[in-house]
């Protein structure tokens, strides 16, 4: 007899209908497994963007704040992911935690966040971490490690052991989902995908199963 495997989101489409909390509780329940399954960064994800050519682009970052308003990640708006998302206003998030076989995608507009916190969170990152955003011109040639290096020397020097303002390039940006689609793995591919829609960010979420 094959194992019976507990279908996750049992219950969920009827209606074809959800609150607006209900993505984001079946998030944090994961994300809280993730936490204790995966033995590095369970908030790590790729934030896909689109550059001036329209050529996709993508990348690893770290999630460091969600909520019902959205999910939040940190960089240097001068960089390319930085400029791209200030550009289209756009992203597209994907976690996928490989000890749990389960993913994550998240579409939707992005917004900055407010400079009370940027300068929060930053003010709680590692003395290290706030030189190198003084450093670091993230994407821009480097034409060795020492001239980075001289970089964060400098920086060193300047700001003593005082305090490290946070520089006006750095802060985070709000991914605010019009769509999130759970995977959870099921043998012989036969996964299970369900997606949560909304027209506008005040909407109630339209709920549908997916083929896998």
């Known amino acids: 007899m094959s194992e019976t495997i507990k279908d996750p989101f049992e219950g969920l489409t009827k209606g074809n209908s959800?609150?607006?909390?209900?993505?984001?509780?079946?998030?944090?329940?994961?994300?809280?497994?993730?936490e204790k399954a995966?033995?590095?960064?369970?908030?790590?994800?790729s934030v896909a963007t689109v550059d001036e050519n329209g050529l996709p682009n993508v990348r690893m970052v770290l999630l460091k704040e969600v909520d019902e308003r959205g999910f939040v990640f940190y960089?240097?708006?001068?960089?390319?992911?930085?400029r791209e998302v200030l550009s289209s206003g756009k992203a597209a998030l994907c976690f996928?935690?490989?000890?749990?076989?389960?993913?994550?995608?998240?579409?939707?507009?992005?917004?900055?966040v407010a400079d009370e916190e940027a300068d929060a969170y930053y003010a709680s990152r590692a003395r290290g971490s706030r030189i190198g955003a003084w450093a670091s011109k993230q994407s821009r040639p480097l034409e060795s490690r020492f001239a980075l290096e001289k970089e964060v020397a400098r920086y060193t020097a300047k700001f003593g052991f005082?305090?490290?303002?946070?520089?006006?390039?750095?802060?985070?940006?709000?991914v605010q989902p019009v769509e999130i689609e759970f995977w959870q793995d099921r043998p012989f591919r036969l996964h299970d995908r369900l997606v949560f829609k909304r027209d506008a960010l005040d909407a109630a979420w339209t709920i549908q199963r997916l083929y896998p």
């Not at 995966?38 to 994800?45: G, R, V, Y």
């Not at 960089?75 to 930085?82: C, D, L, P, Q």
């Open 75 to 82: 960089t240097n708006y001068e960089s390319a992911k930085g």
């Open 96 to 112: 996928h935690w490989k000890s749990l076989r389960r993913c994550v995608r998240v579409r939707g507009p992005v917004v900055q």
């Open 38 to 45: 995966e033995s590095n960064d369970p908030n790590a994800m």
């Open 18 to 34: 959800a609150g607006n909390a209900e993505p984001f509780r079946i998030f944090s329940e994961w994300f809280v497994e993730a």
């Open 162 to 174: 005082g305090e490290i303002p946070r520089p006006a390039h750095w802060s985070g940006f709000r």
